[in-house]
C-alpha cells in the first residue's frame, strides 16, 4: 500500500512538471487576467539608485529662477536609467561648500570642477581614479575623443574626465557705418587697424560735430589679443604662463623676442589716446554699453555678445545706425596672424567623482552608465534640446527646435556632463547666426598648453600671474620702460620661481606626448 501511494505520488508530480514546463515554452497571455498578474517567482523591480551631482552656476527656467516645475531632462533620464537625480547648484562660495561637505565625508556622487580644483582636492586622496573603469567608458570615449583625455591626467593618474571640447570664440568686431561714413576700409593689420581707430576718435564718425568718440575697447589686456597674436605671441588674461605649442614644439611667449615689439605696438595705440582708457578696469558688459552707447567704434567680444537677438536689439534701440561686423585675424609686422589663443587643455569642466564610490560599485556603476547615456547620440540630444517631436524636430541629419523648445530648453544646458559637438549645437540654437558663429570658431588662434600642466611645488601661479599682469600694464602705459624688459623676466624667475614652472612644462608636455 505503502508502494502504490509513493508511486502514485511520482506520477502526479511529473504530471505538474510537464503542465509546467508547456507553459514557460508557450507564448504568454498578452490580454486579460493572466497577463495582470506578475508571475509568483518574478523579482520586484529594483530600487532607483539616488545619485547626486553637484556643480557651480544657477538655472533660469521659464518658469523663472531655478529649475522648471516639469524637469523634462530629469523625468527622462530617471526614467530610462532608473536613477533618482538630485541636482544642486551653487552660485556662491562653490568651493568652499564642496570643501565643506568633502571634509565632512558627505561629497556628492559626480562633481563638475575646474582642472584647478581637481590638481587640489587629487593632493589630499579624495578622488578617484578614473583609469581603471575607463573600458566600460566606451561612449564616453567616442562621444569626447580618446586624445582629449590628458585634460584630466593629474600627478601621471586619470583623475577626472574633460567635458567634449568646445570653440574658442572672440575677436574684433568694428562699426562699418563709421567706415563707411570716413570712406575707409576694414582694417587687415597692426598698423591700418591702428590707422582706422585714429580716425574713429579724431574724425567725428558719429557725425555729430564733437569730439566725443574713441577707436577700441574690451575687457582688460584681451582687448588686445590680436595684435598680440600678430606678433605671435600673446598675453590672455586666460593664459598669463603662455606656453605656446606650434608644429610640436613648445615656446614661451614671455621669453619670445616679438613679445617686447608686440608690447611697443600695444603701448602706440595707448600713446595715441585712442583706446578706452579704462579699458584694463572693465568689468562684464562695460565696454559693451560703451560701444551700444556709440562711445567707441571698435570692441573686442564674441558673437554671443553682439549679435543674439536680445543683443541687437539692445545697440539697435541705442543707435538704429550702427552696423557691427566681425574682422579676421590681423597680420603682423612679419606675416604672422592669429585672433588670439586657445588653450589645449581647456574643458568646460571636469568629471571628477569621490574615492568613496569604490565601496559603493551599485552608484559608481550606475554613474558610469549615465555618462555613456548622455554621450549617445539619443542622451545627449535630450540634454541639448529636450524632448524628441516635442523640443525639437530630426529630418534626416538636420535637428531643428520647435517653438516649445525655444520656450523650454534653455535650462538643459546643466545636464550636458559629458559636453556636447558644440559647433553644431550652437549653430542648431542660433540658426540667424551661424554664419558669424563659424567665423570665429575657425579664425586660426595660438595654442596654449598650460591648462595640461600640474602646478610644481614651490611655485605660485596666482602670484605670477598677478606680478605678469601689473608689469605689462606698466609697459604699455610707459610706466616702466620696455627696455627694462629683462628685468623683468629677472624678477619673474627670481622672486616667483618661474623657472620651475616652465621646466614642469617642458618636462610634463613631453610625457604626455605633446612635443616631438
Not at 578617484?128 to 564616453?140: E, V
Not at 577700441?216 to 605649442?245: E, K, Q, R
Request: with cysteine; net charge neutral.
Amino acid at each position: 500500500m505503502k508502494k502504490k501511494s509513493v508511486t502514485a505520488i511520482l506520477l502526479a508530480m511529473s504530471v505538474l512538471a510537464a503542465c509546467s514546463s508547456n507553459k514557460t515554452s508557450s507564448t504568454p497571455a498578452t490580454t486579460g487576467e493572466a497577463s495582470a498578474k506578475p508571475a509568483a517567482s518574478a523579482k520586484p523591480a529594483a530600487a532607483p539608485v539616488k545619485l547626486e551631482i553637484m556643480q557651480e552656476g544657477s538655472v533660469t527656467s521659464a518658469d523663472g529662477p531655478g529649475f522648471p516645475k516639469d524637469d523634462f531632462v530629469k523625468n527622462e533620464l530617471n526614467k530610462k536609467l532608473n536613477t533618482d537625480l538630485t541636482m544642486t547648484m551653487e552660485a556662491n562660495d562653490f568651493v568652499t561648500k564642496l570643501n565643506t561637505r568633502i571634509a565632512g565625508g558627505n561629497p556628492p556622487d559626480l562633481m563638475l570642477i575646474t582642472k584647478d580644483l581637481v590638481q587640489k582636492l587629487s593632493q589630499s586622496g579624495v578622488l578617484l581614479d578614473m583609469a581603471p573603469y575607463l573600458d566600460k567608458l566606451g561612449d564616453y570615449k567616442k562621444f569626447v575623443t580618446a586624445d582629449q583625455l590628458p585634460k584630466g591626467v593629474v600627478g601621471g593618474k586619470q583623475i577626472a574626465l574633460p567635458k567634449a571640447p568646445g570653440i574658442t570664440i572672440f575677436t574684433y568686431w568694428i562699426r562699418k557705418d563709421w567706415l563707411d561714413k570716413l570712406q575707409l576700409k576694414a582694417p587687415t593689420t597692426v598698423d591700418e587697424l591702428f590707422n582706422v581707430a585714429k580716425a574713429f576718435t579724431e574724425n567725428d564718425p558719429d557725425g555729430n560735430g564733437k569730439k566725443d568718440t574713441l577707436g577700441i575697447t574690451g575687457t582688460g589686456m584681451d582687448t588686445f589679443a590680436p595684435v598680440f597674436g600678430a606678433y605671435g605671441v600673446t598675453n590672455s588674461s586666460s593664459s598669463l604662463t603662455p606656453s605656446i605649442l606650434l608644429n610640436g614644439k613648445l615656446t614661451n611667449a614671455l621669453y619670445d623676442p616679438a613679445m617686447k615689439d608686440a608690447l611697443t605696438s600695444v603701448k602706440k595705440f595707448v600713446d595715441a589716446g585712442v583706446v578706452d582708457p579704462e579699458f584694463l578696469s572693465n568689468k562684464g558688459n562695460t565696454s559693451k554699453d560703451k560701444a551700444y552707447q556709440g562711445k567707441v567704434g571698435i570692441i573686442y567680444d564674441g558673437w554671443s555678445g553682439i549679435v543674439r537677438d536680445e543683443q541687437v536689439k539692445i545697440w539697435k534701440q541705442a543707435n538704429p545706425n550702427a552696423d557691427w561686423v566681425q574682422l579676421s585675424a590681423l597680420k603682423g609686422p612679419n606675416g604672422l596672424q592669429f585672433a588670439g589663443t586657445k588653450d589645449v587643455g581647456a574643458s568646460g569642466a571636469m568629471i571628477a567623482l569621490p574615492k568613496s564610490l569604490e565601496k559603493q560599485p551599485e552608484k559608481l556603476n550606475k554613474i558610469i552608465e549615465l555618462l555613456n547615456y548622455v554621450s549617445t547620440t539619443e542622451g545627449n540630444n535630450l540634454v541639448d534640446y529636450g524632448v524628441k517631436d516635442v523640443h525639437f524636430k530630426v529630418e534626416g541629419d538636420k535637428i531643428s527646435i520647435t517653438d516649445q523648445g525655444k520656450k523650454e530648453n534653455g535650462y538643459t544646458f546643466v545636464y550636458q556632463f559629458t559636453g556636447r559637438p558644440e559647433l553644431p549645437y550652437l549653430k542648431t540654437k542660433f540658426p540667424g547666426q551661424a554664419a558669424f558663429i563659424d567665423l570665429e570658431a575657425n579664425l586660426p588662434r595660438l595654442p596654449v598648453v598650460d591648462k595640461m600642466i600640474d602646478l610644481p611645488a614651490g611655485f605660485n601661479k596666482a602670484d605670477a600671474d598677478t606680478f605678469i599682469q601689473e608689469e605689462m600694464t606698466k609697459f604699455v602705459y610707459g610706466k616702466t620702460p620696455i627696455a627694462d624688459y629683462s628685468k623683468f623676466l629677472a624678477t619673474l624667475e627670481g622672486t616667483y620661481n618661474y623657472k620651475l614652472y616652465t621646466d614642469a612644462v617642458t618636462k610634463q608636455a613631453a610625457a604626455l606626448g605633446l612635443t616631438k
